[in-house]
């Protein structure tokens, strides 16, 4: 039997959208091929412990996969260490992983195409990332293309690759003006804005980290024509993200083929991502993201305060 790559699961306080990921991850003909390692994040705060504890009381159930192993944090790490240490700790051992969230919903066909992909691609040491995900950029004429930048909505990647990865503002200083205006696709997405508020400390994320390590090594990600992920964790629950319906996409009911095409990155797909971040990029930019993100958390702490005064009455 061909050894499959393993599937990293992170999972933290959300055990509907949890399980929901798992069955439509069970529909895979490959998964009972392979071996499913979870890492469930402890609680960030008295709030989330219920939650937290319903996660882990569902995961211990999950039956299917080829082996099950599960990684339960005793602190919390936040979702940027918990990946970060994760795939460090899977490629190490396995050399490959693929990896999704709690909030994914993949296609039947998403491992087999992630499997091929990185059975085809891994001696190219210019191909770093697979992604199972794709924009709703429209129809591509290509049934898989290359591009600068990965997508981690259910991706795929290489220990040889992964060790580029280098959480560090130091990436900043490797960047020329004309450099950035291609990081960011002509300016058209706030990629840069990223890398600044990390610098800043304002926010703590891991992936655009991993697109410089992408960029700076002139790597690149293949995608599928078709995209084989939908997230459903743009509805204000997510760690990261608001409500935001601009990027749904469901999840194509028929297969995607991987073969070797040519080592470059698709104009086709390039024009259409700058046409896509353009369209939506002034309605929602990271600023009104956080601003979202700050209002979420002051509703829930006036709950409480709610709860607290009600409490002493």
Same mark, same amino acid.
Request: aromatic content about 16%; overall charge negative; proline content about 3%.
């Given at each position: 039997m061909t050894m499959r790559a393993p599937i990293a699961l992170f999972v933290y306080n959300r055990p509907v959208h949890t399980r929901r990921t798992v069955e439509a991850l069970l529909k895979n003909a490959l998964a009972k091929e392979s071996d499913l390692i979870i890492f469930s994040d402890a609680s960030k705060n008295p709030e989330a412990a219920e939650a937290v504890s319903n996660v882990r009381e569902y995961i211990r159930t999950i039956t299917g996969f080829k082996s099950m192993n599960i990684v339960e944090r005793e602190t919390n790490f936040g979702?940027?260490? $918990? =990946? +970060?240490?994760?795939?460090? &700790?899977? *490629?190490?051992?396995?050399?490959?992983? +693929?990896?999704?969230?709690?909030?994914?919903?993949? %296609?039947? !066909?998403?491992? #087999?195409?992630?499997?091929?992909?990185?059975?085809?691609?891994?001696?190219?040491?210019?191909?770093?990332? +697979? %992604?199972? $995900?794709?924009?709703?950029?429209?129809? &591509?004429?290509?049934?898989?293309?290359?591009?600068? +930048?990965?997508? *981690?909505?259910?991706w795929a990647t290489w220990?040889?690759? @992964?060790? !580029?990865?280098?959480? $560090?503002?130091?990436? &900043?200083?490797?960047?020329?003006?004309? &450099?950035?205006?291609?990081?960011?696709?002509?300016?058209?997405?706030?990629? @840069?804005? #990223?890398?600044?508020?990390? #610098?800043?400390? $304002? =926010?703590?994320? @891991?992936? =655009?980290?991993?697109?410089?390590?992408?960029?700076?090594?002139?790597?690149?990600?293949?995608?599928?024509?078709?995209?084989l992920v939908r997230n459903i964790g743009m509805d204000g629950s997510g760690v990261h993200s608001g409500i935001d319906h601009d990027y749904d996409i469901e999840p194509s009911a028929s297969a995607v083929n991987v073969f070797p095409i040519l080592l470059a990155e698709s104009e086709e797909a390039v024009s259409k991502h700058e046409t896509f971040f353009r369209r939506n990029m002034p309605r929602h930019p990271l600023h009104t993201r956080i601003y979202n993100k700050i209002v979420r958390v002051i509703k829930k702490l006036g709950l409480h305060i709610r709860i607290a005064k009600e409490g002493k009455k």
């Open positions: 979702l940027a260490r $918990s =990946i +970060i240490e994760g795939v460090t &700790m899977l *490629c190490k051992e396995y050399g490959r992983v +693929i990896v999704l969230e709690d909030d994914l919903i993949t %296609s039947p !066909h998403f491992l #087999q195409f992630m499997n091929d992909a990185l059975d085809t691609y891994s001696n190219e040491d210019k191909v770093m990332h +697979i %992604s199972g $995900s794709t924009y709703p950029i429209g129809h &591509m004429k290509d049934e898989t293309f290359f591009l600068r +930048i990965p997508l *981690c909505w259910g220990d040889r690759a @992964w060790r !580029h990865f280098v959480k $560090s503002d130091e990436v &900043m200083l490797k960047f020329d003006p004309e &450099m950035r205006r291609d990081f960011t696709f002509d300016h058209t997405y706030h990629y @840069w804005k #990223q890398l600044e508020l990390n #610098q800043k400390g $304002s =926010i703590n994320t @891991w992936f =655009i980290y991993w697109y410089a390590a992408l960029f700076l090594k002139g790597g690149l990600a293949l995608f599928p024509g078709k995209s």
